[in-house]
DNA sequence: AATTTTATACAGTTTAAACTGTACGTAAAT
DNA sequence: ATTTACGTACAGTTTAAACTGTATAAAATT
């Protein structure tokens, strides 16, 4: 090993440590976060064992979170003449990649609440227009008006990450 | 019971569960927002007690909650006259709370990320200045770019998010 | 066709988080 | 001053997630 290359690769652990705090906000696991820097530093393709040799893990554990990174769009299979293993890409984009697929985890979360929280709003509208007993209604007027500032929260919430969109800013950039 | 109170109790378990769904995207742990939900959907304040009858859990597991809520500034304890045990209250204002608190959960620990990194990239400009062998070169200018550039997708993270501030908006506005 | 290499499914293990019940210190009530 | 009630620290338990090693199926090489 040559004279640097400890200080090198002690470095690119610390890149790989503080880099992988941001990507875990993103709702990455610790493990996927590490996985992602390792192969985004790398830059080159890599195999599953030269992950595992990388990160010092199975290769059970690199299969599965290649996996997770594949489906979230944030690691692409690739390719290469000759090469008979797998070889995986970080995809280069960090900001739109990220970013997008966060926004948009955020409206289809949000999104998908507050229809069920509409539903919910629709039966106690039902329940509330049949004959109640006297000490019901207030009870029933209560949870009401609570969802519908839930189900306006849901609604805020919605708007501001359609804000937040790349593609929206971009669009009315260029 | 009430003929109705099971009705009525189910729905709320059920508000319960959507609402709770939506706060663990805030960065709360499961138990975290269902405790939350249950305070905003009861209005009224509550003792450590009651929260724990309503949700069917150790007292112990309430007080840790609410303390991390209280931490997080999205319950109040208040005072009442003549009432012995501690009172919990969560904040009414869902949007402004929880964006706030979440935006600046962002631009923290974005920033705290952004300033190890420049560290280390310092760090590496001196290790570059210093005579090194021909091929170590290559690997120190390689791991410097990719450096540059997750800083500078700190960077961008950091002004979207300010951007988001609730604040910012509605100084704007009003 | 037989052999080797590869990725992953699966079962079992380790590790960390959530939760419970008891015990204790503090504060209110008698 | 004594008793009762309250919140929480702590230790132990349960539960879920991450990880490992083996086994298997599929694919490439010989």
Do not use: C
């Amino acid at each position: 090993m040559a004279p640097n290359s400890q200080f090198l690769e002690e470095l690119h652990t610390k890149v790989i440590h503080e880099f992988s705090k941001t990507l875990e906000m993103f709702a990455l696991s610790p493990a996927e976060a590490r996985l992602f820097v390792t192969l985004y530093l790398h830059g080159e393709p890599m195999t599953l064992d030269e992950m595992s040799k990388a990160l010092g893990k199975s290769k059970t554990a690199m299969s599965n979170g290649i996996k997770s990174l594949v489906e979230l769009n944030l690691v692409e299979r690739v390719w290469k003449k000759g090469v008979r293993k797998d070889l995986y890409q970080a995809d280069e984009n960090l900001y739109r990649k990220f970013m997008t697929s966060y926004i948009q985890k955020w409206l289809d979360a949000a999104q998908q609440q507050e229809h069920s929280l509409k539903e919910i709003e629709s039966t106690l509208e039902q329940k509330a227009d049949q004959l109640q007993e006297p000490g019901e209604m207030e009870e029933i007027e209560e949870l009401y008006n609570r969802l519908r500032d839930v189900i306006r929260f849901h609604r805020l919430i919605n708007e501001k990450f359609s804000d937040m969109k790349p593609s929206a800013q971009e669009a009315s950039i260029k």
